[in-house]
């Protein structure tokens, strides 16, 4: 059994990314790795926000708001002129809870910030994306494909991602963007302190010591967002795909 390690990430010097959850775990891991790769990286950020690299361009970006969406758009239009990559990565696991006891009206801020967010954010940056012929990244999961107990309102709605996915493919890769939702492990962020304290199924009872570092996910993020991952032709992949894998430099796992 071997541990997932990080995976190279090429130069990204002149590329420009939108990366939104940026704030905290994944978002920000995945800030730093770019801006450390070369990327002109802007991070839109709601809410609580850890401390980000002072070369990304910081954006208060809510992904439910159609105003917070187009004025991202505009900033990058006015300082670029070009968007390379557009990475959905904000996300909402809650409401968590037996389906039965969720009135039908708590699932709609996961769809607002899961689903509708995505095609918001794709909306405001198509005029960029289809100039630069870019790539559209979105931040996926095992649970878009897997039910778990008590994930009614995650699993529906990444569900949903992961068909967006395939639709924005399909529509808009005649126009020369390509599209992926990668399917992210149980990584150690906020998100699986919120799935640990509800109890409710196998994956809150992985140890702590057992999850992904966000740096894992991170790296393959930003490995999509550089020119190599162009030659990448699927749609739907993971982190544990061998793809990724064959790029780590693996130990094995000391424990059983």
């Not at 702590?208 to 999509?224: G, H, N, R």
Request: glycine share 8%; proline share 8%.
């Amino acid at each position: 059994m071997f541990n997932l390690a990080p995976v190279p990430v090429p130069d990204l010097s002149g590329r420009v990314v939108l990366v939104t959850g940026a704030g905290r775990g994944i978002g920000a891991e995945l800030v730093r790795s770019l801006v450390d790769r070369g990327a002109q990286v802007y991070a839109g950020v709601y809410g609580e926000t850890e401390a980000l690299p002072k070369a990304a361009t910081q954006l208060s970006l809510d992904v439910t708001q159609d105003a917070d969406a187009a004025a991202a758009a505009a900033r990058i239009t006015a300082d670029t002129g070009r968007l390379d990559v557009l990475v959905n990565n904000a996300g909402l696991i809650t409401p968590i809870g037996p389906l039965a006891s969720l009135p039908t009206a708590a699932l709609a801020p996961a769809f607002a910030v899961n689903v509708m967010g995505v095609h918001r954010m794709v909306l405001a940056c198509l005029p960029l994306l289809v100039a630069s012929r870019g790539t559209i990244v979105n931040a996926g999961t095992g649970a878009a494909t897997t039910p778990m107990e008590g994930w009614t309102a995650y699993c529906t709605s990444k569900a949903g991602v992961h068909m967006l996915t395939r639709m924005l493919a399909l529509e808009l890769g005649p126009q020369g963007i390509a599209s992926h939702f990668v399917g992210i492990p149980p990584t150690d962020t906020a998100m699986q302190a919120e799935i640990r304290a509800a109890g409710l199924n196998p994956i809150s009872r992985i140890p702590k010591e057992k999850l992904v570092p966000t740096a894992v996910p991170a790296s393959v993020l930003a490995y999509m967002c550089s020119a190599q991952a162009r030659s990448i032709g699927e749609v739907l992949l993971d982190v544990r795909n061998d793809r990724f894998t064959a790029m780590m430099d693996l130990a094995p796992d000391p424990t059983p």
